[in-house]
């Protein structure tokens, strides 16, 4: 798919790597790009679509789909991360997670399928990440998060085929954002990591892994658990 002159929607899109999905769209010719944000005001990029946009309302969510009926491309962004643990950690952060990670993109997906199937088939981006593959206890509930978008991306990639919408999931390490301020380690810049997703959406490539984190942890899914994790484990220093 070429994106010169494509109609675009990002969300999450005020900062980090929603931002930085904005600021390449419009470098590779995009007609159009919606900006999505909880906060529409924080959405600062010039020449931009901004809408209100929680994915976890699925009033908004409609609404959005209501709005941007010429989209033809879909850039599921908006995530959080608390930190929370599954056994002893706080069930409504938790939710919170699953609500957003999980539940966002797929109300997303759902509202703007017809949309893209108007529009000629399009694309649907997920960015999900490595903890799709692998977890640590203090990162319980987004690893868990994130290997739902991981089958969410699998799932739709096939229900969409008949209608020629292009799915691609782009799983990464860390990422030099205010997500991973906190967190030490090899960190590859926003603009690598949109930059390899954009050019699968144009080449046609249905997974990215963006770092070498993330081709380490995909390469041992095969193993033994135990084996895996102690090979995760190890590289992790812990």
Do not use: C
């Amino acid at each position: 798919m070429d994106l010169k002159g494509a109609v675009v929607l990002v969300t999450g899109a005020n900062r980090g790597i929603g931002a930085e999905f904005v600021e390449q769209f419009q470098r590779r010719g995009a007609a159009k790009v919606y900006a999505g944000a909880r906060d529409a005001a924080s959405i600062t990029a010039d020449g931009v679509h901004a809408l209100e946009l929680d994915v976890t309302d699925p009033a908004q969510v409609t609404a959005a789909a209501a709005a941007a009926g010429d989209v033809q491309v879909l850039v599921n962004n908006a995530g959080i991360s608390t930190g929370t643990s599954l056994v002893h950690g706080d069930e409504a952060a938790i939710r919170r997670e699953m609500d957003t990670n999980f539940y966002g993109p797929l109300l997303m997906t759902r509202a703007f399928a017809p949309v893209l199937a108007s529009n000629g088939g399009g694309a649907i981006v997920n960015v999900v990440s490595a903890l799709s593959w692998f977890t640590v206890p203090s990162a319980g509930a987004y690893a868990a998060s994130k290997a739902a978008t991981w089958m969410l991306t699998d799932s739709t990639r096939l229900e969409l085929a008949s209608q020629g919408t292009h799915v691609v999931g782009v799983h990464m390490g860390l990422v030099d954002t205010d997500m991973a301020k906190g967190t030490d380690g090899p960190k590859i810049a926003p603009s690598e990591l949109v930059g390899a997703g954009l050019d699968a959406v144009e080449s046609g490539a249905q997974e990215v892994l963006a770092d070498d984190w993330a081709k380490f942890v995909k390469a041992g899914l095969a193993q033994d658990p135990q084996a895996r994790y102690a090979q995760i484990l190890g590289a992790l220093g812990a």
